[in-house]
């Protein structure tokens, strides 16, 4: 048996969701829509696409992304953009 899709009244708006799409594993809910962010033949594309169901929309969300708590700042030079 393979992940279960998240119920659409369980996202949260503004997390990101890991799932499948067309062209993207990766999504933001906005409370309205999945905004993508994938690959199509080679070229980077961000897609807004619906919520999955039987008759319309693309993503299927399988698990919300654990994006963790800065808890000190990084400087620049440590992160290695600067």
Known sequence: MGPTQIRLEQLIP???YVGRDR???VA???GEHFVTLGDEGGQEVT???GYYTAETGCFQPFHL???GEN???VRASESGLG
Do not use: A, L, M, Q
């Open 14 to 16: 503004g997390r990101w």
């Open 23 to 25: 062209t993207s594993n």
């Open 28 to 30: 933001v809910w906005t």
């Open 47 to 49: 897609k807004i696409e």
């Open 65 to 67: 992304s654990d994006e």
């Open 71 to 73: 808890v000190e700042p």
